[in-house]
């Protein structure tokens, strides 16, 4: 199978070495009927990650190879480590790097993955089931007890706690449908709160009003709600919630105290120096001094840690060198394409661009990257707890509600704010 992707990158390679050149400054631009090579590099690796869905990482690793070698080979004064670490133009203005993205993504994954195996172990999530009803409306509640976690906490974190209650509310028995509810439920909370997400946080350190940014709850919880009542069927359907009454478990406080050190140092230093995943690490380690922690579990998110990472940096790599102007039907596209396209430079070039709904742009890259399992970080997060969902086909499948609802918050914020550019 791997082959086959091969075949199709040196077919891509064969169309490059016969095209013409046009030079525009550093960069060279061509194109294939008016679409850049990197874009059609691009969009073959996602058809690859979509195909072969067991070998993600490795797929990804080789359209990040491809895009490197291509931007080598026909873009002048392309390089990685500028790319990474910054440079100075030829006016002297300084282009800052992304290393630190890059660094914060491949810390947080794995010490998320920590996280909700302490949590797990704790023995917290098995006490949840008795204060849920037995019936669809309990899985319901979970969703937006989700919902509510991602505002103040980070998308991937309200996603793996989420997870881990899931797989001890169902005894590990998760519908794919659910599986993605959560991951909605993970960027929906996110999509009004400066602190939920990263795109939000960016949007608020360009100079947006938080309580503006606000206003993209009300589409985020429609959609959620909407999500919730298809999906919460789907699960109930598939595994009801598991209750024993003679259970008395007893909860570790210890490691839930751990727990709450993590969430409260991701917080704060995202917060103080937007780089949550330093927080993480010392609360883990401070953890480790009062309690056991399994730190062979980080081990366990690698593949996905390598996955985000090269994803998140191949899509850096594709110049989108203009986006649409600013109307309803860009950014519902923009939503679209977010389920692709990494949701952090779509945000970025938006706010370049300037002119668009801010509330509404923020609902819509954070909500639409749900989409699709890859679509987010939460997705990635939450696929490697339940790696059947890795699964394109499934997850449009059972996840279907998920652009609907979008659809509908998206109508519903229309309707109550209107189109309110600034």
Request: glycine fraction near 8%; include cysteine.
């Amino acid at each position: 199978m791997i082959k086959i992707f091969w075949i199709l990158l040196l077919a891509l390679g064969d169309m490059l070495f016969n095209t013409s050149f046009a030079s525009d400054s550093l960069i060279t631009t061509q194109t294939f009927f008016s679409i850049r090579y990197e874009m059609l590099i691009f969009g073959i690796m996602l058809v690859g990650i979509a195909i072969f869905y067991n070998k993600t990482m490795h797929v990804a690793v080789l359209g990040m190879l491809a895009l490197c070698f291509y931007k080598y080979e026909f873009v002048e004064g392309f390089s990685v480590i500028k790319t990474l670490f910054g440079f100075h133009t030829a006016t002297g203005d300084y282009v800052a790097g992304s290393w630190n993205t890059y660094l914060n993504l491949a810390l947080m994954l794995p010490g998320f993955s920590l996280l909700a195996n302490i949590f797990e172990n704790s023995k917290a999530p098995t006490l949840i089931p008795k204060f849920l009803p037995n019936s669809a409306i309990g899985s319901f509640v979970l969703l937006i007890v989700i919902f509510v976690l991602s505002t103040f906490l980070d998308n991937i974190a309200a996603a793996m706690i989420g997870g881990s209650i899931a797989m001890a509310l169902y005894k590990g028995k998760v519908h794919i449908g659910y599986v993605a509810a959560i991951c909605a439920a993970s960027n929906a909370g996110g999509a009004g709160s400066v602190v939920g997400d990263t795109t939000t946080t960016l949007i608020w350190l360009s100079g947006k009003d938080p309580l503006l940014l606000a206003d993209a709850f009300l589409p985020a919880f429609i959609a959620i709600c909407i999500v919730g009542f298809f999906a919460s069927r789907q699960q109930q359907k598939y595994c009801q919630i598991s209750i024993d009454p003679n259970d008395n478990t007893a909860i570790d406080k210890a490691k839930l105290l751990v727990v709450a050190m993590i969430l409260v140092g991701a917080i704060t230093f995202n917060y103080l120096y937007e780089f949550p995943a330093l927080g993480i690490w010392l609360a883990i380690f401070l953890g480790r001094l009062f309690t056991k922690i399994n730190f062979k579990e980080a081990l366990s998110s690698i593949n996905s840690t390598v996955f985000l990472v090269t994803l998140v940096f191949c899509a850096q790599l594709v110049p989108i060198e203009s986006v649409p102007d600013a109307s309803v039907l860009s950014t519902m596209v923009i939503g679209f394409v977010s389920s692709v396209f990494n949701n952090i430079p779509l945000t970025q070039l938006c706010l370049l661009k300037g002119g668009y709904d801010w509330a509404l742009i923020s609902y819509a890259v954070g909500f639409g990257g749900s989409m699709i399992w890859f679509g987010s970080s939460a997705g990635v997060a939450i696929c490697d707890m339940f790696h059947k969902a890795r699964s394109f086909v499934n997850w449009l499948r059972y996840g279907w509600h998920i652009p609907f609802g979008f659809i509908v918050g998206f109508g519903v914020y229309l309707l109550v704010f209107g189109w309110t550019p600034a």
